[in-house]
């Protein structure tokens, strides 16, 4: 079993920058895809990054260039840096995990956060 805890999330204006971090519970945290996604109301929860068990990171087109995913095996962390936030980033950002290489669908994944709050004003 693996437990993940986010948090970081908050109210922002448009422009602005947060830090998402995901705390992990996995022993063997090195070999997990670990991904951000996120779920806007009355939308479907959508892909925003991974960090894949290789090493790749992968990004959504909307948040390309504009999100980081970082992973820190030591601390068991992996976190999402947001920058030039925009009003259509508002949603609850989940973290999740999968014993594998990255994936872009929200069920190949098995171990979900709680999710965090991420609102920016316009």
């Known amino acids: 079993q693996v437990q993940l805890v986010e948090s970081g999330g908050g109210l922002v204006q448009a422009g602005g920058s947060l830090r998402l971090t995901c705390a992990a519970s996995?022993?063997?945290?090195?070999?997990?895809?670990m991904a951000w996604f996120r779920q806007a109301p009355g939308k479907l929860r959508e892909f925003v990054a991974s960090?894949?068990?290789?090493?790749?990171?992968y990004y959504a087109d909307s948040v390309k260039g504009r999100f980081t995913i970082s992973k820190d095996n030591a601390k068991n962390s992996v976190y999402l840096q947001m920058t030039s936030l925009k009003p259509e980033d508002t949603a609850v950002y989940y973290c999740a995990a999968r014993d594998g290489l990255s994936r872009y669908g929200p069920n190949e994944y098995d171990y979900w956060g709680q999710g965090t709050q991420v609102t920016v004003s316009s």
């Open positions: 960090f894949s068990s290789s090493g790749k990171t």
């Open positions: 996995a022993r063997t945290f090195s070999t997990y895809t």
